[in-house]
């Protein structure tokens, strides 16, 4: 059943919103990089799935750090041995020249167009993207083999960045003709679409196989992220049900700017939906927090004692909602599995949702004292804090969707009927509570 959710959930994500193999497959192995030392991963399925040792894709690398450290200020020039006087010749060299043995040949100097800022932008783009696979697949497959190449680029963007402010910037039809007028830039175009060919095709059966597999093998850590990305997905298939659609202008592009010195662009993960103005993504990207002396370093509830530090904490799912008038909140999300059917992870769940609560309640929308949460509302409708998703049943712990606590429980049965044929409140919990989210959102 696991691997049918999976391999159904990808595949409807990338027909659905219109993703590209490549997009899924970075926004679903993403999901591993916090893998325990101990997980294992296929590297030969995860290389065929991005296949970044592609010799294109090398000599692609190479000739755009190249590129990349061109000047924009002024034309380059270059001094070519030709059979014909040019507008500028260097006679002193002619006479040298043909003197030694060149007779006929001049040396002309021409002064070659460099990239403009539009340009810049969609190559250090391109190198982020690339430095971000590398990074990804090379963390996974663990070995150092990519780390000269990872170095190279992000070398060149941090020397690009000193000089020039780019910015996210797609390989339009406009910035490919210009390459045409730009020394290597006419191969390194080639290159490119060599390297391209076929991973933004649309995601087929065999990769969304390949991707189960390199998820999913034959281990038990592996299978916990399998389900992570499970529940996400079930979510994202929640809201679209829910008359939410895919975010366009954010689902075009993977990168945003960032605030890191010389480096002007970052890659950003997760999914993106909107509706009635209000935006939500849907990722394992954790919010940033300004340190709170005010704090309390501990709050007790519920007969144990939870720690503000957020430094070792890192949420399974969070889900960001973003209204038209700036409104923020935040929901954390928690994916607990198990093989062992006569467990019941309802209470190990909850203690840990209530760490990310208690970690992230600024971000939430909650006031957090010693001994207490105040749980927080848009309009008169109270926001769930978490979603705590288990793979076994919870034995009282799911909600009708009547009321929103402050912790809102799923489990397997939850999920399944998401994507199946006949969804209606009685088969899933998630969608009332979904729901009810939605519907507050609209009125607010």
Request: glycine residues 8%.
């Amino acid at each position: 059943m696991m691997q049918d959710l999976f391999t159904g959930g990808v595949l409807w994500l990338s027909q659905s919103f219109g993703f590209s193999r490549r997009r899924v497959v970075m926004d679903v192995l993403v999901w591993l990089k916090d893998a325990e030392n101990d997980a294992q991963f296929d590297s030969e399925k995860i290389l065929s799935l991005l296949n970044v040792n592609d010799p294109n894709r090398i000599e692609a690398e190479e000739l755009l750090c190249h590129i990349l450290a061109q000047s924009i200020d002024k034309p380059r020039a270059v001094r070519k041995w030709q059979g014909r006087i040019g507008r500028h010749t260097d006679w002193g060299a002619t006479t040298v020249g043909q003197l030694s043995g060149r007779r006929g040949q001049y040396r002309n100097i021409e002064h070659s167009p460099t990239p403009d800022l539009e340009t810049i932008s969609a190559l250090a783009t391109r190198a982020v993207e690339w430095e971000a696979e590398l990074d990804l697949v090379g963390g996974l497959i663990g070995v150092d083999k990519f780390q000269n190449r990872r170095k190279a680029l992000s070398d060149s963007l941090e020397k690009l960045g000193s000089r020039v402010q780019y910015h996210p910037a797609p390989l339009t039809d406009s910035v490919l003709h210009k390459l045409d007028h730009i020394e290597g830039g006419t191969h390194l175009k080639s290159l490119i679409f060599q390297c391209d060919r076929y991973k933004d095709q649309p995601l087929d059966d065999d990769d969304a196989q390949i991707l189960f597999d390199v998820c999913n093998k034959e281990c038990a850590d592996n299978t916990y992220y399998v389900f992570e990305i499970v529940s996400a997905l079930a979510v994202v298939r929640c809201l679209s049900n829910l008359g939410w659609t895919v975010d366009r202008k954010e689902a075009a592009s993977a990168f945003s700017v960032s605030s890191e010195k010389k480096k002007n662009i970052k890659v950003k993960y997760g999914f993106h939906l909107e509706k009635n103005g209000w935006k939500v993504s849907i990722s394992k990207e954790a919010p940033e927090l300004s340190d709170d002396t005010t704090r309390p370093s501990k709050v007790a509830m519920f007969g144990k004692n939870y720690d503000t530090n957020r430094s070792r904490i890192q949420p399974d799912i969070m889900m960001r909602f973003h209204g038209p008038d700036g409104n923020n909140f935040w929901i954390v999300g928690d994916a607990k599995y198990s093989s062992n059917e006569d467990g019941n992870y309802a209470r190990t769940g909850f203690d840990a949702v209530m760490k990310y609560i208690v970690a992230y309640a600024p971000k939430i929308g909650l006031q957090v004292d010693q001994h207490s949460l105040n749980q927080n509302t848009i309009g008169q409708e109270k926001m769930p804090a978490a979603l705590l998703f288990s793979s076994q049943n919870l034995q009282g712990g799911r909600n009708g969707g009547d009321t929103l606590r402050l912790v809102e429980g799923f489990d397997m049965r939850d999920i399944e009927a998401v994507w199946g044929d006949n969804e209606n409140e009685n088969e899933t919990r998630l969608k009332p509570v979904i729901q009810r989210i939605s519907t507050a959102l609209k009125r607010e």
